[in-house]
């Protein structure tokens, strides 16, 4: 309604303000020159003009007011609607909060009587715990106690019950699922074995040859011993020559230089030499060539050069009555079904069976060979800790730290379990006649150091260069005493200490 007042107030002052100007336009008229209109008639042109604009003022105002009305009724009609809505709202609360008081004077009651049912049970179990100590005549911690031991007993008899029946259970399973395993493994992976021996027995056509090779004054034997480091023996057998070594390796270098000299038929001390020096790169050959085979087979291509040499003496090695590279391809498919069977880590497995007698064919001396055997690993294989623990465990005297060391005993025990095998008698013969020869070469001016006869001779031959005749002596003295004071040896050993000087010059 004030915004009307104001409307009508506007307007009224409108009209006054017309009203002033036409009256200043009159004036201006009439000093112009202009003959106006009389003032009566002025007069009522503005009185008219301003009654027509007053009345359309108040069909405006009277326009606007019903607007403003109608707008009124509607915001009151909302209004009642939204006041009767929140009366209904408010009275569903009410009921609700009424609910809840009653609900709450329920809980109320019923936890009062849940507290008073708990007093009540509790005086009756006192009262029946009184009345049962009374008939048995124990208190309840002395009734509590004995129970417990009943209790404990019949479970103790129970569980040593149950364990005995399952460790029975298992023996006779695990017993026969072994024998199984053992017995499958054993069938897939047996190999050759042969005698030990240290000598090579060679047949040749004609007994005219033996002639050859003994030479003029025994040279050519001489020189053949020599080079090679293996004795000799021309005997009264027809058409045989026997070379003896403890070295399988020296012996088959003489072995296939014997055989091409006999072919060739030059045989004098330049020709030996020549020889010699040409199978000994073959024999390299064959030796890097078995390595790599073996390397293949077993499924290890990338192994260092130094193991490949090592793996490749193998074919020259035998222990045991078995040859080492048969015994360990043995030992690799032994120990990888066995791995398989028992969820192991068969690629650790293998490999450890592959290694674990390269100490054997190694160049270091005085120590076990599977200790050996395990510093090679180690040099090559530094973090794998397993697999340095499963070669060097393999014989006991170090413990064995997973299951995979204990697989690699297994196939070896079982490889090398065979009737008639001695397991002395060859092992300690080749440490007693390689120990003749390492006393003779830890010494000063020494070239090479062949132990021959069976032991019972060490020859040694010096740097002319770094030994005169004197010293040459005196080597073989110490070397000669040496041996008396540190080795136990049958009958006496012979020492041989060879000095000779070569000048070689060409005429062009």
Partial sequence: MNGLYILVAGLTILIILMVILITFLLLQLKKSGIKPVSDEEALLKANQIAKNKLLEAENKALEITSKAQ?????????????????????????????????????????????????????????????????????????????????????????????????????????????????????????TDY???????????????????????????????????????????????????????????????????????????????????????????????????????????????????????????????????????????????ALANELNADVRTVKLACLLHDIGKVAPEEGKQHHHISGEIARKYFKNDEKLINAIEAHHFDIEAKSIEAEIVRIADAISGARPGARRDSYEEYVKRVRALEDIALKHKGVAEAFAIHAGREVRVIVKPEELNDKDTELLAYEIAKEIEETQSYPGVVKVNVIRELRVTTEAK
């Avoid at 009124?72 to 009366?87: C, G, H, S, T």
């Avoid at 049970?121 to 006192?126: F, G, N």
């Avoid at 020096?277 to 990338?302: C, H, S």
């Fill in 70 to 190: 109608n707008e009124a009724r509607k915001i009151k009609d909302e209004l009642r609607v939204q006041e009767e809505e929140l009366n209904k709202r408010e009275r569903k609360l009410l009921e609700r909060l009424k609910s809840i008081d009653q609900r709450f004077d329920e809980l109320e009651r019923k936890e009062k009587s849940l507290e008073q049912a708990k007093k009540d049970v509790k005086a009756l179990r006192s009262k029946l715990q009184t009345e049962l100590e009374e008939i048995a005549k124990l208190t309840k911690s002395e009734a509590e106690k004995q129970l417990k031991n009943q209790i404990e007993q019949e479970l103790s008899d129970w569980k040593a019950k149950k364990i005995k029946e399952t460790k029975d259970l298992i023996e006779r399973e695990s017993d026969e699922t072994a024998k199984n395993i053992l017995v499958d493994v054993m069938l897939n992976s047996a």
């Fill in 194 to 336: 042969v005698a030990e021996t240290t000598t090579t027995t060679l047949t040749i056509e004609d007994e005219n040859l033996k002639g050859k090779i003994i030479g003029k004054d025994g040279r050519n034997v001489r020189a053949f011993e020599k080079l090679t480091g293996v004795d000799v023996i021309i005997d009264e057998a027809p058409n045989q020559v026997t070379l003896s070594s403890f070295d399988p390796i020296r012996r088959e270098v003489a072995s296939l230089a014997m055989q091409k000299l006999l072919k060739d038929g030059r045989v004098h001390p330049g020709t030996i030499e020549e020889t010699v020096n040409k199978v000994k790169k073959e024999v390299l050959k064959e030796i890097k060539k078995t390595g790599e085979e073996m390397a293949y087979e077993t499924g290890f291509n990338n192994l260092p050069n130094e193991i490949i040499m090592l793996l490749g003496r193998f074919k020259y090695r035998f222990s045991y009555g078995q040859n080492l590279v048969k015994h360990t391809l043995e030992m690799v498919k032994i120990g990888e």
